[in-house]
């Protein structure tokens, strides 16, 4: 079991954009940055996801929906990128609808999809001619810089492709001119390079995609372009094709995620998350909250957002496996159990974790329960229900110095920006991890005082919000 964790410093209050799958009822995703229980992002169904970004690099150790309406079986996927902007310089990525030009071959659409979201296109040849490819261009290229290209590529009618870079308007192929770096990054194939610098691809596969990275430095400044040969530049089989997708060029020696364009260059926020990319940190589907949220008495279904302030719903949690430094985080929740029939939350903490060498020498949880009790005149005893929430001391008797200055930063603004305080992170026992998880503020000053040698005593009590 591990120690207590606290995260003081919910970074999603700095994020440049918040954006959900779905709203519903003006319910938007930016009411998850307001830290009210009261103020919920409601999405319009049971399978919803929101992403944070940032400019500027976040340390991101958890991530959690302290208030939402999830049930006991309701899985969730954290995703995290620490990747930084980057131009995609290649246009009509995907489709190829914005290509430069061709000679004989035909471009159609296809109903197939990489990792079966960014759509594929078949070039075919139409003629007898060996020369018939498809080109795609990104511009002028700065002289001797350093150009990397990836796109990802299935068998056609052919199961062979000669893919390479041509200089529009230039005297020469660039393969001339360059040296380079080409290798296949995932999927069935083999590589082999060509005079004039077009690179073979042989044995493609009609079901697995294969991505193709080339890298090169060019030694003169000329318009581009990627140029594709269905079926090798040498074939003059007609109907020879190869489908092709997820086209992008970059500057530098780096491959990163792919960004699509239409017509001109595009450039892909940093920390950006789609559907399907590989990413720095995939939690995969996990349960969200599988303790059973708490039932107070009069609502029903028990976990609506008018219970939260009676002390219902369910705290939605993730703590990643290594803390990381990202752009971007994607929160994707999957919940057809719900009992509303949509996914509803009430802030969004994403942020470092802290968490002392010894874990909390006592740890109690109190409802703080603000019904007014008053008899009639009758003498009957009535109540005016009022707002439950939870308080949760800790006492970190035997705290070594090494964590005294670091629990100081981590409490010292504490009463104006709350924290989230989980006491029994990853225990066995989920309804005691639930029970001492609260999203609040330090309710009282916490003195450190020296105990014995090497060691202080200290406590923290946080209310929820």
Known sequence: MANLRIVSDNAVGRAVSLVASSTAGGLAAANLQVDRKSSVWRASGTVAGVAARWDAVEEIGAVALPFCNLSPTALIRVRASKEMATTNRV??????????????????????????????????????????????????????????????????????????????????????????????????????????????LYDLSTTVDTVLKISRVYSEASNGSVVIYPGGNVSTVIGNSVLVSRLQVEYGSESTSYYPTTASAATRPAGYIDSWQGYDYDSGWTPACPAPALRPRGFTPAQAASAYVYGGGACALHWLSAAMRAHGVAIDINDPDNLQGYVEAACLVAGPVWSPRYNASAATVTVVDRTELSRGAGGDQLADPGT????????????????RAAFLNVVRNSRAHPVLLSVFPGHADLALERDFTVYGRRTKDSDIAYQFLGAYATSIEVEEI
């Open 388 to 403: 439950i929430s939870r308080k949760v001391p800790v006492d970190l008797r035997a705290m070594p110095n090494e964590d």
């Open 91 to 200: 246009t009509g990525s995907h489709t190829l609808a914005a290509a430069h030009g061709w000679i004989g071959s035909s471009v159609l659409a296809t109903t197939v999809r990489f990792k079966g979201e960014v759509p594929y296109v078949e070039v075919k040849k139409v003629t007898s001619g060996a020369n018939e490819h498809r080109t795609a261009s990104f511009g002028a290229v700065v002289v001797n810089g350093l150009i990397t290209f990836t796109l990802a590529l299935r068998a056609g009618a052919s199961k062979n492709a000669s893919v390479g870079l041509l200089s529009i308007g230039g005297s020469s192929d660039w393969g001339a001119n360059a040296s380079a770096n080409a290798r296949i990054l995932e999927g069935p194939g083999s590589l082999a390079q060509a005079a004039g610098g077009l690179f073979h």
